[in-house]
């Protein structure tokens, strides 16, 4: 049997915008708490042509673009530096796009950092594009920094964890439980059912409140056993008929970080990286975590 690599770092994408340095902050912290190296991880890349501005200049269009990155990550190491004195830095700056560097260094990560958008051309980390696969297909959890600009002001706030009722929310559930115990913040777990018949006979003849305590009973046992692991976290249960995006994106308002899966089972209360996961990542008002499903809980990557 192949023995498993031991995730030894942070890291965070630096593309030079404003964005990526609001995640750098908040990757460097999180860092610090997890007493792990932040690795800031730069991709570029270029056209084929040798010369930039003038030909006569001798300026290699390559060594530009290099200093340019190199200059963009020490800007993000002393940004880090700031927001958390003592944090450990590595560096990464390559040739290449991002998604399949983010994605190879995902491989030896815990956490994969992104800022929610980014400069656009060939080294921004767009939102649509690079974030979006990622948190499809890295190999470690993904975070996405979003409303994370005073970070002081979100650290008492509540971690929300999205639940759905099968074993695929199961790894967002540890990972929801672990940040609020490393923050000593309450947890509000969130499970939401949704019927989306409107015939109004049925609406009548359906027993609405044996239908939630079904649900109620549903996240007792997605819970089940991390409140013995995690004594020192509150957490609160929030049961609702209402679709997951919005119930969570409200939720999300008052917390500092809020947690989901990157699939769920396809039905009333699924999580899906195509629309639940995906609204929070655009729309959410706080940094978003998106985690993949341990292997061998079943299904396949949704949207």
């Not at 056209?47 to 530009?64: I, K, N």
């Not at 920094?145 to 790894?171: F, K």
């Not at 409140?209 to 046992?221: F, G, P, T």
């Amino acid at each position: 049997m192949q023995a498993q690599h031991v995730k030894q770092t942070v890291v965070v994408g630096v593309d030079g915008s404003e964005s990526a340095l609001t995640a750098v902050r908040w990757a460097a912290q999180e860092a610090v708490r997890r007493h792990l190296p932040l690795r800031l991880v730069h991709a570029f890349s270029w056209p084929d042509t040798r010369h930039f501005g003038d030909p006569g200049l001798g300026l290699d269009y390559h060594e530009v673009l290099l200093r340019a990155a190199h200059k963009q990550v020490s800007a993000a190491a002393d940004a880090a530096a700031t927001a958390a004195p003592g944090v450990e830095l590595e560096r990464q700056v390559a040739a290449g796009y991002p998604i399949p560097m983010l994605e190879a260094e995902s491989d030896h990560a815990q956490l994969l950092v992104l800022g929610s958008r980014g400069l656009g051309g060939v080294t921004g980390l767009l939102l649509g594009s690079v974030a979006v696969a990622l948190a499809a297909h890295a190999s470690c959890p993904v975070v996405v920094v979003r409303g994370a600009e005073d970070l002081d002001a979100l650290a008492q706030l509540p971690v929300v964890v999205g639940v759905d009722g099968t074993p695929n929310s199961e790894a967002a559930i540890a990972f929801a439980f672990g940040a609020a115990d490393a923050r000593r913040v309450p947890l509000i777990a969130v499970h939401t059912w949704w019927e989306s018949r409107t015939d109004p006979v049925l609406d009548v003849v359906l027993d609405w409140d044996a239908i939630e305590a079904d649900e109620r009973e549903v996240l007792a046992q997605r819970l089940a056993g991390w409140g013995e692991k995690y004594p020192d976290v509150p957490v609160q249960h929030i049961v609702a008929r209402d679709r997951p995006a919005h119930r969570l994106l409200e939720q999300a308002r008052g917390a500092q970080l809020v947690v989901v899966g990157s699939r769920g089972r396809g039905s009333l209360s699924g999580l899906f990286l195509g629309s639940v996961s995906h609204a929070l990542l655009h729309h959410a008002p706080c940094p978003v975590v998106v985690v993949r499903p341990e292997p061998g809980t079943g299904g396949g990557d949704s949207g």
